[in-house]
């Protein structure tokens, strides 16, 4: 393999990647602000627990780690992702005056589509942990639901990030390991696991073992809701609908139209390929 094919596998490579984590990173990430509105409202949120810490430590220090990964997206030096100097003339072409965080929060609001386009999963899956809670006989179900589901969203994001990598890999050829160095900064891992922490120190109650038909109705949803988030009508739908939205990022109203069939086109041919 020659260097220029290694360089067009990988970038082709990051390029499915930057999608699959456009919908799932930015979708989890919307459900945990929906979470926290919630979960900011429950008695021990303001309480200190084990560790010297209040309870809205844990979930700050979340929304600190979160500020974090945004800034090393925009601002990296290397491995740089959202840096307009390194578009292509022709994709360049088509942007308009945008700044690195214009071309980000373009990228972000696929995520945002795909949260409102699939919210009635997100809630359903709320549902079930609601019930299982309540069937445990844990205060507050509600509130405490809604900390669980984003703790299971962000856990969603980071599979759908690791199967993306390793599906391009084989795709393509490429050493996983490589593609894991390119991509790290995509993965919420570290997020996930500090709002595990968050949602023990809650209420460490939350450590039960779940029943038979609990186990099947939960797995059930997020089975679901990894399946529609990662179904190509929702991930180029949203990347469509954020176009859409900031529309402004486009040189000219051509420009955007183009860019919209180019969409619609790279879709078509995904959905042809499944099918073969």
């Known amino acids: 393999m020659t260097k ?3 360089h ?3 970038a082709n490579a990051v390029g499915v990647v930057k999608l699959v984590c456009g919908v799932g990173n930015n979708a989890a990430w919307m459900v945990c602000l929906e979470a926290h509105d919630y979960i900011k409202n429950h008695e021990r949120y303001r309480k200190t627990v084990k560790g010297g810490h209040p309870v809205s430590w844990y979930y700050c220090k979340v929304f600190k780690m979160y500020r974090e990964y945004e800034r090393k997206l925009i601002y990296a030096r290397e491995n740089r992702m959202f840096c307009v100097d390194d578009l292509t003339e022709k994709a360049r072409k088509s942007f308009g005056k945008i700044s690195n965080r214009e071309y980000y929060e373009f990228w972000a609001g696929s ?6 386009r699939k919210h009635s999963m997100v809630t359903s899956l709320w549902n079930k942990y609601r019930l299982s809670l309540i069937n445990h006989g844990v ?3 509600d509130l405490l639901a809604w900390s669980m589901t984003a703790q299971a969203c962000l856990e969603l994001a980071v599979q ?3 199967q993306a990598i390793e599906s391009e890999a084989k795709l393509r050829n490429l050493p996983v390991g490589l593609l894991r160095g390119v991509l790290e900064q995509f993965s919420m891992k570290d997020i996930a696991k500090v709002w595990r922490m968050a949602l023990d120190a809650t209420d460490p109650t939350v450590e039960y073992e779940l029943d ?7 797995s059930m949803g997020l089975v679901q809701l990894q399946e529609a988030w990662s179904s190509t009508n929702t991930l180029y739908g949203s990347l469509s ?3 859409e939205s900031y529309e402004e990022i486009f040189r000219t109203k051509g420009e955007k139209k183009k860019a919209l069939r180019l969409v619609a086109e790279a879709k078509a041919e995904v959905d042809r390929l499944l099918e073969e």
């Open 160 to 162: 759908m990030y690791e």
């Open 212 to 218: 038979d038909i609990e186990e099947r109705n939960i």
């Open 241 to 243: 609908e954020s176009m």
């Open 4 to 6: 220029e094919e290694l």
């Open 111 to 116: 995520g945002n589509a795909a949260y409102s």
């Open 139 to 141: 205060s507050q179900p």
């Open 8 to 10: 067009r596998r990988v």
